[in-house]
Structure formats: structure tokens, C-alpha cells
């Protein structure tokens, strides 16, 4: 944004675009950072224990052999 008022409403106000991240980022670690960005604070994780554990499961889902038979190629 071309000025820091202009960035920190956007922060507040405007959805993260998802469509930035790189398309290879699996769907369970998308729900986990959808989850660290929410508006509603109550909606976010209360701490960082707490998302280390949800990625660690959103990378067992990804590598796991029937998620990967999932995954496209």
C-alpha cells in the first residue's frame, strides 16, 4: 500500500488472498494459516503450541499414503 495508514487498514479490514500462497500448498496447511489470519480473534489460535500442533498434523495428513494418493500430481 502506498502509505502506512492505507496498510494498516487493509490489515484490519480486507481477507488475506489465498491466492498468493503457491499451489502445491496443501488444503490442511491452508486451513491452519486461513486460521492464524482470522479477523475474529476468538477464531485464532491461542498460541503458537497450538498452530506447531495443527501443522504437524496438516503435514501428517499430506504425507500420510492415503493422502497422498489424494495429492494431484
Known amino acids: 500500500r502506498p502509505s502506512t ?3 494498516l487498514a487493509s490489515v484490519l479490514g480486507d481477507e488475506p488472498d489465498e491466492r498468493v500462497l503457491p499451489p ?3 488444503a ?3 486451513r491452519v494459516i486461513r486460521r492464524c ?3 475474529d480473534r476468538r ?3 491461542r ?3 497450538d498452530v506447531r500442533l495443527a501443522l504437524d ?3 501428517d495428513e499430506t504425507t500420510s499414503p492415503s493422502a ?3 495429492l494431484p500430481v
Request: hydrophobic share 50%; charged share 30%.
Open 5 to 7: 495508514a492505507e496498510t
Open 37 to 39: 489470519l482470522a479477523k
Open 57 to 59: 498434523d496438516a503435514m
Open 47 to 49: 498460541d503458537m503450541d
Open 43 to 45: 477464531q485464532r489460535w
Open 68 to 70: 497422498a494418493a489424494t
Open 28 to 30: 490442511a496447511v491452508r
Open 24 to 26: 502445491g500448498v496443501p
